[in-house]
């Protein structure tokens, strides 16, 4: 294993993030089988999207572990993380859009898929130059 010198410091922040992500989907988990106190003040969501959030949320615990390990399959599995996550964020955009009054149509909705897919591209940009850092052999 690489020290942590050696590691790069956005995938030292991209470890972190998908540790602390997983340890929130875990306690959602939690919290939705056994509820601690019903809240006002939470968004009401539906049972599929707490699912896909809770899924997405667990499948980071993998991949902080193939960050730290620098696993070639956690940078495979890196890509499914990514295009579920925009995939779900953008299906909860529209979903979004389209219950709102006067919120500007199918102009909305194409900034809308515009702003996701140009932001996708920038992480998978990225993630795509992480490569280098899976292959090389751990120390």
Same mark, same amino acid.
């Given at each position: 294993?690489?020290?942590?010198?050696? %590691?790069?410091?956005?995938?030292?922040?991209?470890?972190?993030?998908?540790?602390?992500?997983?340890?929130?989907?875990?306690?959602?988990?939690?919290?939705?089988?056994?509820?601690?106190?019903?809240?006002?003040?939470?968004?009401?969501?539906?049972?599929?999207?707490?699912?896909?959030?809770?899924?997405?949320?667990?499948?980071?615990?993998?991949?902080?572990?193939?960050?730290? %390990? %620098?696993?070639?399959?956690?940078?495979?599995?890196?890509?499914?993380? #990514?295009?579920?996550?925009?995939?779900?964020?953008?299906?909860?955009?529209?979903?979004? #859009?389209?219950?709102?009054?006067?919120?500007?149509?199918?102009?909305?909705?194409?900034?809308?898929?515009?702003?996701?897919?140009?932001?996708?591209?920038?992480?998978? %940009?990225?993630?795509?130059?992480?490569?280098?850092?899976?292959?090389?052999?751990?120390?």
């Amino acid at each position: 294993m690489a020290p942590e010198a050696e %590691r790069p410091f956005g995938s030292q922040v991209l470890m972190w993030l998908c540790l602390l992500s997983s340890i929130s989907a875990l306690m959602d988990l939690v919290s939705s089988i056994h509820p601690l106190y019903p809240s006002r003040y939470i968004f009401p969501e539906t049972p599929a999207q707490r699912t896909v959030s809770i899924v997405i949320g667990l499948s980071c615990a993998p991949l902080f572990y193939g960050i730290r %390990r %620098r696993l070639a399959v956690a940078w495979k599995f890196g890509w499914v993380v #990514l295009i579920a996550s925009f995939s779900s964020l953008i299906v909860e955009a529209l979903a979004s #859009l389209n219950q709102m009054p006067q919120s500007g149509g199918w102009i909305a909705s194409a900034v809308v898929t515009i702003s996701f897919a140009a932001v996708a591209i920038y992480w998978g %940009r990225w993630w795509k130059h992480q490569k280098s850092y899976f292959i090389q052999p751990g120390l």
